[in-house]
């Protein structure tokens, strides 16, 4: 697979670490009322759908970015590719 | 009697061997250190770096060169450059760009982290395609561009620093698998 | 002229004889020859036997689809079995021998499984080999696995080197046929960079074969200058003996290029090279593969393909026989006879399933029209045919065309089923094509030579369109775009006798029939119940006959019956060119640490711990056993001093002004507070609040912190921390770096280690208890200036210090360091010692942190903080995680001081028995400890910390162990750290 990364252009799959499900952004508030729910939501709960997918990559063997990669699982194709920085500030996590 | 000072030792002992017309060599006394920017800090960055080194910053996946050391910035990162430069000092070598770029930038040191092989010569594309997943032709990856990428399941950063001449640099400890790969590969593709 | 059947003209090179030898008789033929067409013109027919029933077999095809002769080739550990004769370039000194037979290949003693055969059809081994049950580990199975199989393997290690490789494209071109060529050349012309590929030695495809015309030349010939142009064009890589294997995603192909098979020796350069081809587009012009009909005893030698027959005059000057017949359905069989009869070799009759007028003269033969072939004779070579009036007749090469089935394999390797297309009576690619693939020629249905020369370049012309580069590539060679007729007709139903449609897995026209009689309808089903097209040649030449006598059976058209895909590899590849250069040691790289080189010269025994080879003890002359030397070295550091290279672990630095913040919502412990100039032991927890890593982090400055990991975790650690950086925390100003390799770091552990440092490290530096207590760190010199850290931390109990240089400087200091140590007897100590040191201490490691454990069970809860957010705090909170009765890490002695204890045993009340509803916990740790005189454990078991002084049982069923163990402080020495303090 090649993911076409935003500053570098498209590299091989092989150089990089998958982690998940993009939603592992939104870490929950460990200070909520009902924290302890929205972690093990958090941390457990996933949508396994056959289609489009958000989904963490980490660029290990080359610029170590986090990137969010917007992919079919069904097809491969993969439609975007975000630095993942810029998509958690943009979902507020800067504090 | 004062106790002797210790003697340093380099990843591939000073290496050199030309095999099928491509040379390769261990360079010397090169220091490499990084130096990442603070958030919000690149204006001080970019001005530190073109007063301390004369060098403009390289965007990730670029190089630039500097008028200070023989320096040449490496674009890593997008919040990071490695600099490669000739030490006044190879025991002080992140002192030095510590000096150079103040409280701009956040400097480790990594001289010791990588081995580095020079390889040059006509048929060195055809020997890198064997072991180097990135596309190196003229247009795709010009002189001066770097990259951080997997060879043979070593860490290898690739800088093009010519017409047929490129620098490696991977991991000191796997410094004699990372040799060997580099060999084989000029070796296998030689006539 | 090498051989009776050798004719004139053809593409071999006459001046040059070269010599072989098949099954031990020497034999000569041209260079341009396979093994196959200089067996046919040496008059060698019989060249196998088949799978299942033994029946004697020769060459069927002139292609990779070759289903029958199935050869082994070399002798010795370069022997490879089931290599196709017909693409096997013949080299001078080229050894062959035929396969699958008990006795000879004339005299195949399993020649036998003919005659049961009734007993031997599809799925039969479903049904049998199942009484008397014992019968089948001592008679029944060793019987099967020396029959199963076609060729042998020589058993030794696979002698030859394998390589990988990487190349990029903007057109790969799959194929070298008139639609590749003529693809390539537009291409090329534009100035595009173009990969073509192809699998034959030379390129043309079917152009080498045939009696074409291009541009009013011979086809061959066109085909050759097309070569030499595109040699001349920097851009374009032509790849002839490469078979693209497989379409992989986003434009990746793979490919397998044979380098040396072809010659006599590899000269010690890799024999195959698996390249990785990135392109941008590709066009697949792969051809088709001609299919036979399927009548009665249709497998003898000599009754052949008519397309690989006239491949054979044409381009191997080789005549198939010398009564040669055709039986054909369509009109392009036909050109068989005509080439045949241009070069000499009789043609005895032509028969021609369909009722109308001949499509050709065909001087010397007997035309049959609206005839049918139902059975032949001639057991190890054919001797003559029967048709269905009952006529006989003499032959001895039979020419059968049944049509010509586009390759489009490829085309299926992202999930894309062909469809069926009544006009051509073949299956051909669906819509849903591998992302930038496009086909031309053949392999789309387009099956005249101009057509095919035309939609190569078109294609190529659209790829570049599509990739905005320019296009100057003028207009499309010229050819003849004769048109070919020809009716669906897949088997003879006046058959005598079992009509063969896979040659290489025996199943026959009855097999398909009985298929879908037990109710295995699907063709999946077909498929796998009959073993059809499960072959090394996938069933190139039986799938769609077989398909289309299913439909036949279920009463469905074949467009309704559908098709089984394909997999990749398109032909067989060989395991070590998947494994290129990794094996054995060079499996993955090895890493070794700055004192390696010094440890070798002592003889340190070495362990590998992931990819590091680390000094696991260090024998002393005379020690004959490794517990000599691991108890000593252990005394030696608890008795004086000891130095160890831990390099290995993972040291990560960590800078910026919000780095503190980082650390303290990534350890479970607070680091708030930590100073400059200390060091602070942390627990890091998994966002399930499962313990995962410990390591320390020193403070060297205000905004400045160097952490260290496990070794085995140093990655993922430094991975997860990139995370919470990006994505988690991104506003936090910290950055990271490995400095794992900047920095050699050495253990010195014993009561003279500051001792012993005070001679390595620059008087200038106070490391005095007062100056430098427990927990310190900080930049030092060494021997005269040299840049060392140094950190007052110990993983033994012992009053111990870290020490670090810059890895160029390692050896020296490991060397400095034991001869600074000679007064104090100092000792090098390994991983062994090193593990017995910190059992003896009750420090967790891997063992304990095994991913089920947490903070509680480990006896550190007051490490999690609850004042502060951190990875892992929330959840490890949860009730399950924190009952009153929950696991916890305590030590454990036998009762009897001479019992060796094992990791791995299980917990046990006295006389309870061992079921899982009993189980207290294990044993996670063991050593022998040189300081207790008594083998010792750490371990999880229920209430530990309530039951200090019980005795219960470690219970090992595997190694037959049950052995009376008391529950102690896991601290077994210096409980109270008065060591490390002092």
Same mark, same amino acid.
């Given at each position: 697979?090649?993911?076409?990364?935003?500053?570098?252009?498209?590299?091989?799959?092989?150089?990089?670490?998958?982690?998940?499900?993009?939603?592992?952004?939104?870490?929950?508030?460990?200070?909520?009322?009902?924290?302890?729910?929205?972690?093990?939501?958090?941390?457990?709960?996933?949508?396994?759908?056959?289609?489009?997918?958000?989904?963490?990559?980490?660029?290990?063997?080359?610029?170590?970015?986090?990137?969010?990669?917007?992919?079919?699982?069904?097809?491969?194709?993969?439609?975007?590719?975000?630095?993942?920085?810029?998509?958690?500030?943009?979902?507020?996590?800067?504090? | 009697?004062?106790?002797?000072?210790?003697?340093?030792?380099?990843?591939?002992?000073?290496?050199?061997?030309?095999?099928?017309?491509?040379?390769?060599?261990?360079?010397?006394?090169?220091?490499?250190?990084?130096?990442?920017?603070?958030?919000?800090?690149?204006?001080?960055?970019?001005?530190?770096?073109?007063?301390?080194?004369?060098?403009?910053?390289?965007?990730?996946?670029?190089?630039?060169?500097?008028?200070?050391?023989?320096?040449?910035?490496?674009?890593?990162?997008?919040?990071?450059?490695?600099?490669?430069?000739?030490?006044?000092?190879?025991?002080?070598?992140?002192?030095?760009?510590?000096?150079?770029?103040?409280?701009?930038?956040?400097?480790?040191?990594?001289?010791?982290?990588?081995?580095?092989?020079?390889?040059?010569?006509?048929?060195?594309?055809?020997?890198?395609?064997?072991?180097?997943?990135?596309?190196?032709?003229?247009?795709?990856?010009?002189?001066?561009?770097?990259?951080?990428?997997?060879?043979?399941?070593?860490?290898?950063?690739?800088?093009?620093?010519?017409?047929?001449?490129?620098?490696?640099?991977?991991?000191?400890?796997?410094?004699?698998?990372?040799?060997?790969?580099?060999?084989?590969?000029?070796?296998?593709?030689?006539? | 002229?090498?051989?009776?059947?050798?004719?004139?003209?053809?593409?071999?090179?006459?001046?040059?004889?070269?010599?072989?030898?098949?099954?031990?008789?020497?034999?000569?033929?041209?260079?341009?020859?396979?093994?196959?067409?200089?067996?046919?013109?040496?008059?060698?027919?019989?060249?196998?036997?088949?799978?299942?029933?033994?029946?004697?077999?020769?060459?069927?095809?002139?292609?990779?689809?070759?289903?029958?002769?199935?050869?082994?080739?070399?002798?010795?550990?370069?022997?490879?079995?089931?290599?196709? /004769?017909?693409?096997?370039?013949?080299?001078?000194?080229?050894?062959?021998?035929?396969?699958?037979?008990?006795?000879?290949?004339?005299?195949?003693?399993?020649?036998?499984?003919?005659?049961?055969?009734?007993?031997?059809?599809?799925?039969?081994?479903?049904?049998?080999?199942?009484?008397? +049950?014992?019968?089948?580990?001592?008679? #029944?199975?060793?019987?099967? %696995?020396?029959? $199963?199989?076609?060729?042998?393997?020589?058993?030794?290690?696979?002698?030859?080197? #394998?390589?990988?490789?990487?190349?990029?494209?903007?057109?790969?071109?799959?194929?070298?046929?008139?639609?590749?060529?003529?693809?390539?050349?537009?291409?090329?012309?534009?100035?595009?960079?173009?990969?073509?590929?192809?699998?034959?030695?030379?390129?043309?495809?079917?152009?080498?074969?045939?009696?074409?015309?291009?541009?009013?030349?011979?086809?061959?010939?066109?085909?050759?200058?097309?070569?030499?142009?595109?040699?001349?064009?920097?851009?374009?890589?032509?790849?002839?003996?490469?078979?693209?294997?497989?379409?992989?995603?986003?434009?990746?192909?793979?490919?397998?290029?044979?380098?040396?098979?072809?010659?006599?020796?590899?000269?010690?350069?890799?024999?195959?090279?698996?390249?990785?081809?990135?392109?941008?587009?590709?066009?697949?012009?792969?051809?088709?593969?001609?299919?036979?009909?399927?009548?009665?005893?249709?497998?003898?030698?000599?009754?052949?393909?008519?397309?690989?027959?006239?491949?054979?005059?044409?381009?191997?000057?080789?005549?198939?026989?010398?009564?040669?017949?055709?039986?054909?359905?369509?009109?392009?069989?036909?050109?068989?006879?005509?080439?045949?009869?241009?070069?000499?070799?009789?043609?005895?009759?032509?028969?021609?399933?369909?009722?109308?007028?001949?499509?050709?003269?065909?001087?010397?033969?007997?035309?049959?029209?609206?005839?049918?072939?139902?059975?032949?004779?001639?057991?190890?070579?054919? +001797?003559?045919?029967?048709?269905?009036?009952?006529?006989?007749?003499?032959?001895?090469?039979?020419?059968?065309?049944?049509?010509?089935?586009?390759?489009?394999?490829?085309?299926?390797?992202?999930?894309?089923?062909?469809?069926?297309?009544?006009?051509? /009576?073949?299956?051909?690619?669906?819509?849903?094509?591998?992302?930038?693939?496009?086909?031309?020629?053949?392999?789309?249905?387009?099956?005249?030579?101009?057509?095919?020369?035309?939609?190569?370049?078109?294609?190529?012309?659209?790829?570049?369109?599509?990739?905005?580069?320019?296009?100057?590539?003028?207009?499309?060679?010229?050819?003849?775009?004769?048109?070919?007729?020809?009716?669906?007709?897949?088997?003879?139903?006046?058959?005598?006798?079992?009509?063969?449609?896979?040659?290489?897995?025996?199943?026959?026209?009855?097999?398909?029939?009985?298929?879908?009689?037990?109710?295995?309808?699907?063709?999946?089903?077909?498929?796998?119940?009959?073993?059809?097209?499960?072959?090394?040649?996938?069933?190139?030449?039986?799938?769609?006959?077989?398909?289309?006598?299913?439909?036949?059976?279920?009463?469905?058209?074949?467009?309704?019956?559908?098709?089984?895909?394909?997999?990749?590899?398109?032909?067989?590849?060989?395991?070590?060119?998947?494994?290129?250069?990794?094996?054995?040691?060079?499996? %993955?790289?090895?890493?070794?640490?700055?004192?390696?080189?010094?440890?070798?010269?002592?003889?340190?025994?070495?362990?590998?711990?992931?990819?590091?080879?680390?000094?696991?003890?260090?024998?002393?002359?005379?020690?004959?056993?490794?517990?000599?030397?691991?108890?000593?070295?252990?005394?030696?550091?608890?008795?004086?001093?000891?130095?160890?290279?831990?390099?290995?672990?993972? +040291?990560?630095?960590?800078?910026?002004?919000?780095?503190?913040?980082?650390?303290?919502?990534?350890?479970?412990?607070?680091?708030?507070?930590?100073?400059?100039?200390?060091?602070?032991?942390?627990?890091?927890?998994?966002?399930?609040?499962?313990?995962?890593?410990?390591?320390?982090?020193?403070?060297?400055?205000?905004?400045?912190?160097?952490?260290?990991?496990?070794?085995?975790?140093?990655?993922?650690?430094?991975?997860?921390?990139?995370?919470?950086?990006?994505?988690?925390?991104?506003?936090?100003?910290?950055?990271?770096?490995?400095?794992?390799?900047?920095?050699?770091?050495?253990?010195?552990?014993?009561?003279?280690?500051?001792?012993?440092?005070?001679?390595?490290?620059?008087?200038?530096?106070?490391?005095?208890?007062?100056?430098?207590?427990?927990?310190?760190?900080?930049?030092?010199?060494?021997?005269?200036?040299?840049?060392?850290?140094?950190?007052?931390?110990?993983?033994?109990?012992?009053?111990?210090?870290?020490?670090?240089?810059?890895?160029?400087?390692?050896?020296?200091?490991?060397?400095?360091?034991?001869?600074?140590?000679?007064?104090?007897?100092?000792?090098?100590?390994?991983?062994?010692?090193?593990?017995?040191?910190?059992?003896?201490?009750?420090?967790?490691?891997?063992?304990?942190?095994?991913?089920?454990?947490?903070?509680?069970?480990?006896?550190?809860?007051?490490?999690?903080?609850?004042?502060?957010?951190?990875?892992?705090?929330?959840?490890?909170?949860?009730?399950?995680?924190?009952?009153?009765?929950?696991? +916890?890490?305590?030590?454990?002695?036998?009762?009897?001081?001479?019992?060796?204890?094992? $990791?791995?045993?299980?917990?046990?009340?006295?006389?309870?028995?061992?079921?899982?509803?009993?189980?207290?916990?294990?044993?996670?740790?063991?050593? #022998?400890?040189?300081?207790?005189?008594?083998?010792?454990?750490?371990?999880?078991?229920?209430?530990?910390?309530?039951?200090?002084?019980?005795?219960?049982?470690?219970?090992?069923?595997?190694?037959?162990?049950?052995?009376?163990?008391?529950?102690?402080?896991?601290?077994?020495?210096?409980?109270?750290?008065?060591?490390?303090?002092?």
């Amino acid at each position: 697979m090649l993911i076409d990364h935003p500053l570098l252009g498209p590299r091989d799959a092989a150089e990089f670490v998958i982690l998940g499900d993009a939603g592992l952004i939104d870490r929950p508030d460990w200070q909520a009322e009902d924290a302890a729910r929205l972690f093990h939501d958090y941390q457990h709960l996933r949508d396994n759908p056959a289609g489009g997918h958000r989904e963490l990559w980490f660029h290990e063997q080359g610029d170590r970015s986090w990137l969010v990669v917007t992919r079919n699982t069904v097809t491969h194709e993969i439609v975007k590719v975000e630095l993942a920085r810029d998509v958690a500030i943009a979902r507020e996590r800067d504090r | 009697m004062a106790d002797p000072a210790l003697a340093p030792r380099f990843p591939l002992g000073g290496y050199r061997r030309t095999i099928g017309g491509i040379a390769l060599a261990e360079p010397a006394g090169l220091a490499l250190v990084s130096a990442a920017v603070p958030q919000g800090g690149d204006e001080d960055f970019a001005a530190a770096l073109a007063g301390g080194f004369g060098a403009v910053r390289p965007g990730t996946g670029d190089s630039t060169p500097g008028d200070r050391h023989a320096a040449r910035v490496l674009g890593m990162q997008p919040d990071q450059v490695f600099i490669l430069f000739e030490p006044p000092d190879p025991d002080r070598a992140a002192e030095t760009v510590a000096a150079a770029l103040g409280s701009s930038a956040y400097v480790t040191d990594q001289s010791d982290s990588w081995a580095m092989l020079t390889v040059a010569g006509a048929g060195v594309r055809a020997a890198l395609e064997r072991i180097c997943p990135l596309d190196l032709a003229d247009e795709a990856f010009p002189a001066g561009r770097v990259a951080r990428t997997v060879m043979e399941y070593l860490a290898v950063i690739i800088l093009r620093d010519g017409t047929d001449s490129f620098l490696l640099m991977s991991p000191r400890s796997s410094a004699r698998s990372f040799l060997h790969a580099v060999e084989l590969s000029v070796a296998n593709a030689s006539e | 002229m090498s051989g009776p059947f050798r004719l004139e003209g053809g593409a071999v090179d006459r001046s040059r004889s070269l010599s072989f030898c098949f099954d031990g008789r020497p034999m000569t033929g041209h260079p341009g020859d396979t093994l196959a067409s200089a067996l046919l013109a040496g008059g060698v027919r019989l060249v196998g036997r088949s799978f299942k029933y033994h029946r004697p077999r020769g060459v069927f095809t002139a292609g990779s689809e070759e289903p029958s002769a199935l050869v082994e080739l070399r002798s010795g550990a370069h022997r490879e079995p089931n290599t196709r /004769a017909t693409v096997a370039e013949l080299f001078d000194g080229l050894e062959a021998f035929s396969q699958n037979y008990r006795g000879s290949l004339r005299w195949d003693l399993l020649a036998a499984n003919d005659l049961i055969a009734p007993f031997l059809s599809a799925g039969f081994y479903y049904k049998t080999f199942m009484w008397p +049950k014992s019968f089948w580990e001592r008679v #029944y199975e060793p019987a099967i %696995r020396a029959s $199963a199989g076609l060729g042998r393997l020589s058993g030794e290690a696979d002698p030859d080197c #394998y390589d990988k490789g990487f190349l990029h494209c903007d057109l790969l071109v799959i194929g070298a046929g008139p639609a590749g060529l003529a693809a390539a050349l537009a291409a090329g012309r534009s100035g595009a960079r173009v990969i073509l590929a192809d699998e034959d030695f030379v390129m043309g495809g079917r152009l080498n074969a045939e009696t074409h015309e291009v541009d009013g030349r011979p086809g061959a010939a066109w085909a050759a200058d097309a070569v030499r142009e595109l040699a001349s064009m920097e851009r374009v890589r032509a790849m002839p003996r490469t078979t693209v294997i497989g379409a992989w995603d986003h434009g990746i192909y793979g490919a397998l290029e044979r380098r040396t098979d072809h010659l006599a020796a590899g000269g010690g350069k890799p024999r195959q090279i698996l390249w990785r081809i990135y392109s941008r587009r590709a066009i697949l012009a792969a051809g088709a593969t001609e299919r036979p009909i399927a009548f009665g005893a249709n497998d003898r030698p000599g009754i052949m393909l008519a397309g690989a027959v006239r491949a054979y005059a044409n381009r191997f000057a080789v005549g198939a026989g010398r009564r040669v017949g055709l039986f054909t359905n369509n009109d392009d069989g036909w050109r068989t006879a005509a080439d045949l009869v241009a070069r000499g070799v009789p043609v005895a009759a032509v028969i021609d399933v369909r009722d109308r007028a001949p499509v050709a003269e065909v001087p010397g033969a007997r035309i049959l029209m609206g005839s049918r072939v139902t059975t032949t004779r001639g057991r190890r070579g054919l +001797k003559g045919v029967t048709l269905a009036n009952g006529e006989k007749l003499a032959l001895d090469c039979l020419a059968v065309s049944g049509g010509w089935n586009p390759n489009v394999h490829l085309t299926c390797h992202h999930g894309g089923r062909p469809v069926w297309r009544d006009g051509i /009576a073949a299956f051909v690619p669906g819509a849903d094509l591998p992302g930038g693939m496009a086909v031309a020629g053949a392999a789309g249905g387009a099956f005249t030579a101009a057509a095919a020369l035309a939609g190569g370049h078109r294609a190529a012309v659209e790829a570049l369109g599509a990739l905005g580069l320019p296009a100057v590539a003028g207009d499309p060679p010229g050819a003849g775009d004769e048109a070919s007729d020809g009716v669906p007709f897949w088997h003879v139903r006046e058959s005598r006798g079992r009509a063969w449609l896979d040659l290489q897995n025996d199943v026959t026209v009855k097999d398909v029939v009985q298929s879908h009689g037990e109710g295995f309808r699907s063709v999946e089903h077909l498929k796998r119940y009959t073993t059809l097209g499960m072959a090394t040649d996938q069933g190139k030449t039986a799938n769609v006959a077989a398909l289309a006598i299913l439909a036949e059976q279920s009463g469905k058209s074949i467009a309704e019956t559908g098709t089984t895909m394909f997999r990749p590899p398109y032909t067989p590849v060989p395991i070590g060119a998947f494994a290129g250069r990794s094996r054995g040691r060079e499996f %993955r790289p090895t890493r070794l640490t700055p004192s390696h080189d010094w440890a070798e010269r002592r003889g340190a025994v070495f362990v590998d711990a992931g990819m590091w080879l680390r000094a696991q003890w260090f024998p002393r002359a005379g020690e004959t056993h490794w517990r000599e030397s691991v108890d000593r070295e252990v005394r030696q550091t608890r008795g004086s001093v000891g130095i160890c290279d831990v390099t290995t672990l993972g +040291k990560i630095d960590i800078q910026g002004r919000d780095a503190q913040e980082f650390l303290n919502r990534i350890y479970s412990n607070g680091f708030a507070t930590l100073a400059v100039g200390k060091v602070r032991y942390g627990l890091m927890l998994r966002e399930d609040g499962i313990a995962y890593d410990d390591g320390t982090t020193a403070r060297l400055g205000e905004n400045h912190f160097v952490m260290t990991t496990t070794t085995v975790n140093a990655v993922p650690v430094f991975r997860n921390m990139e995370f919470a950086r990006q994505c988690l925390w991104p506003g936090l100003d910290v950055h990271l770096i490995s400095v794992t390799e900047q920095w050699a770091q050495f253990a010195v552990a014993g009561p003279n280690s500051r001792e012993l440092l005070r001679k390595i490290v620059d008087p200038e530096h106070d490391i005095s208890n007062e100056a430098f207590p427990f927990m310190a760190c900080g930049e030092v010199g060494v021997r005269g200036g040299t840049p060392a850290r140094l950190f007052r931390i110990s993983f033994s109990g012992e009053l111990a210090y870290e020490i670090a240089v810059p890895a160029r400087y390692g050896e020296a200091l490991m060397e400095a360091l034991m001869a600074a140590g000679e007064a104090f007897d100092a000792v090098a100590y390994g991983t062994e010692a090193l593990g017995v040191m910190r059992i003896e201490k009750g420090h967790a490691a891997a063992n304990e942190l095994n991913g089920q454990t947490t903070a509680r069970m480990l006896g550190l809860q007051r490490m999690v903080s609850k004042k502060k957010d951190c990875i892992g705090n929330v959840l490890s909170e949860r009730p399950e995680l924190n009952r009153e009765d929950g696991l +916890k890490l305590m030590g454990f002695k036998p009762l009897d001081p001479e019992e060796q204890l094992a $990791a791995g045993a299980h917990f046990l009340a006295p006389g309870a028995a061992a079921e899982t509803a009993n189980d207290e916990g294990w044993m996670t740790s063991v050593a #022998y400890s040189p300081m207790l005189g008594t083998s010792i454990g750490l371990g999880f078991i229920r209430r530990g910390h309530a039951r200090i002084g019980e005795t219960v049982r470690a219970w090992d069923a595997l190694r037959g162990a049950d052995i009376p163990v008391e529950i102690v402080s896991p601290h077994f020495y210096d409980p109270e750290g008065g060591l490390l303090r002092g």
